[in-house]
């Protein structure tokens, strides 16, 4: 039995905070990030919270937060006891915020303790990970990334303003839109895929088509603004319903092992791996007659849709391959064995069209690396 779920509940617009104003809980924690604390975005959920709710804030997450930063912020869980958590940022806060309640849910039940379920909010600050509609974290130990999933993970609640919006670097759009576009490719050609996810990823694809370079450009235009990041929501609900692929484990294992942002590392990656998954070229011609890109047959609409991931990602301004970012060969050589049992273990490799052999996944890092 096949089975699509539509979860959490979403609240935008404009007047979106104002949900906060409803909650009655006693005991709220903000697990969040020190840039969010510093530029005072934080003071946007806090000023909504009732006078009588007690809030905790932990505010030590990391980009790619890494197994010691759960484990900080469990104790802190633990010792607040909150009735309601609240994940405020990008994907690296809603993912630790994901690992605690995962690792604390998992110490209740060692322990036999019955307890209630925590009600979580997710707010995202960034528009490019969907990890406030997704059941999916994504935390780091040593030199490499582990994958969680577990309904239990799952928001009741996602929160989207574009508020929060206005002050990213022209960079982390970049990236981030970049990671938007990789979930809803990767979801629609994944042989998991299903029409109803399939349908929610080809819109996000449009948005970002339509909206991601202006956005980059200008992140004052609210409705670019307000596109992408329907677009990121759009496609963290199409993943989560159908899974994504070898994009996000090559992403995950190099982006670990030479700190490049997940989502840059998503994009050096794929073009190379759109080439790769010959199966799923009907399907990539199919996103290009979507786009009105040339797509007289298949290869043609695969060829036009390289092309556009490509001139997007020159004006983005990222690079074509890890050389080009300066990764040493060397280092990316010998790095290449344990890179091979990273993508093996990671649960994205599942539903890739292609199934590679080691030899093909060499061929195919060596393409990474170089570019050719």
Known sequence: MKEFRLQPKILFGEDSLDYLKTLEYKKVMIITDGVITQLKLIDLVTNNLSPMTEIKVFDKVEPNPSVATIENGLKD???????????????????????????????????????????FIAIPTTSGTGS????????????????????????????LSTK????????????????????????????????????????????????????????????????????????GIAFDNSSLGINHSIAHSIGAKFHIAHGRANAIVMPYVIEVNTEANKKYCEVSRELGLP?????????????????????????KCLKDYGVDFEEFRKEIPDILLDIKKDMCTVYNPNKLTDEEYIRLLLKIYFGE
């Not at 990334?145 to 929160?159: G, R, S």
């Not at 298949?298 to 004006?315: A, D, Q, Y």
């Open 132 to 159: 406030e509609v997704t059941s999916y974290s994504v935390v780091t130990q040593g030199e490499h990334k582990i994958a969680l999933a577990n309904d239990l993970m799952l928001p009741d609640v996602a929160l």
């Open 77 to 119: 869980f633990i010792d607040f006891d909150p009735a309601c958590v609240i994940a405020l940022g990008g994907g690296s806060s809603i993912d630790a915020c994901k690992g605690i309640l995962y690792f604390a849910y998992k110490l209740y039940k060692k322990l036999n303790i019955n307890k209630k379920k925590i009600f």
């Open 295 to 319: 797509a007289g047959n298949v290869e043609e609409g695969k060829s036009s849709l390289l092309s556009f991931v490509r001139i997007l990602k020159e004006k983005l301004g990222i690079e």
């Open 164 to 235: 929060f919006l206005s002050a990213l670097p022209a960079k982390v759009v970049a990236d981030t839109g970049m990671d938007v576009l990789t979930h809803a490719l990767e979801a629609y050609v994944s042989t998991n895929a299903n029409p109803f996810a399939s349908a929610l990823a080809i819109k996000s694809i449009k948005l970002i088509f339509e909206n991601l370079v202006t956005h980059y450009n200008d992140r004052k235009i609210e409705g670019a603004k307000e596109n992408v990041q329907f677009a990121s929501c759009l496609a």
